[in-house]
């Protein structure tokens, strides 16, 4: 069965950093994009950042561009992100998820989610 | 960048009823890349559709995608009651992923 638990949220000050992990099992992980997506309380998805199966290449949302830094571990099958320079507006539910095979292009696996909350 | 916009914001109907949802795309985008998901409260997003038009695993057939270029649409032939929820498209893009800002379907 294919999981990804992702851990690492919690409450951190304005200006701070956390760095949050995605587990995942049940499949070829290194053949894989995977990507963070958050949800703000009350509102919608937003993309964050897409690692590909290699981990060579990053993209990130203008957003978190130069604050937030995805990679991935294959000796443990988990992606990271490690969030630096928080703000109140990155408080937000964050999900792992990983992409579709072949062409057509999706998400279809989710984690479970973790909180991050940006709050003095 | 890519701009999705959703349509109706919300949209109230009955079980037994069609539904259909429609997305937006500022600028012609592969069909390849658009997909549809499913969201419940306190749950994390369920993929629907990709490609379009292809149904995930274990998505009943009642769901359906199409369209093409700048106009999407999720078709639900006819509701049932854990259909109400909200739903997001999505462009799966080589280097930035976006989202529309939802249709949240809400029983009449």
């Known amino acids: 069965e294919v999981q990804l638990l992702e851990s690492g949220g919690g409450l951190v000050q304005p200006g701070g950093s956390l760095r949050l992990s995605c587990a995942a099992s049940?499949?070829?992980?290194?053949?894989?994009?995977m990507s963070w997506v958050r949800q703000a309380p009350g509102k919608g998805l937003e993309w964050v950042s897409s690692i590909d199966g290699s981990g060579s290449v990053t993209f990130y949302a203008d957003s978190v561009e130069g604050r937030f830094t995805i990679s991935r571990d294959h000796s443990k099958n988990t992606v990271l992100l490690q969030l630096n320079s928080l703000r109140a507006d990155d408080t937000a539910v964050y999900y792992c998820?990983?992409?579709?095979?072949?062409?057509?292009?999706?998400?279809?696996?989710w984690g479970q989610g973790t909180l991050v909350t940006v709050s003095s | 960048e890519i701009v999705l916009t959703q349509s109706p914001g919300t949209l109230s109907l009955s079980p037994g009823e069609r539904a259909t949802l429609s997305c937006r795309a500022s600028?012609?985008?592969?069909?390849?890349?658009l997909a549809w998901y499913q969201q419940k409260p306190g749950q994390a997003p369920r993929l629907l559709i990709y490609g379009a038009s292809n149904r995930a695993t274990g998505i009943p057939d009642r769901f359906s995608g199409s369209g093409s270029g700048t106009d999407f649409t999720l078709t639900i032939s006819r509701l049932e009651p854990e259909d109400f929820a909200v739903y997001y498209c999505?462009?799966?893009?080589?280097?930035?992923?976006?989202f529309g800002q939802g249709t949240r379907l809400e029983i009449k």
């Open positions: 600028q012609s985008v592969s069909s390849s890349f």
């Open positions: 049940g499949f070829t992980f290194s053949s894989y994009s």
């Open positions: 999505q462009n799966y893009g080589m280097s930035r992923i976006t």
């Open positions: 998820a990983k992409r579709t095979q072949g062409a057509a292009a999706g998400s279809d696996c």
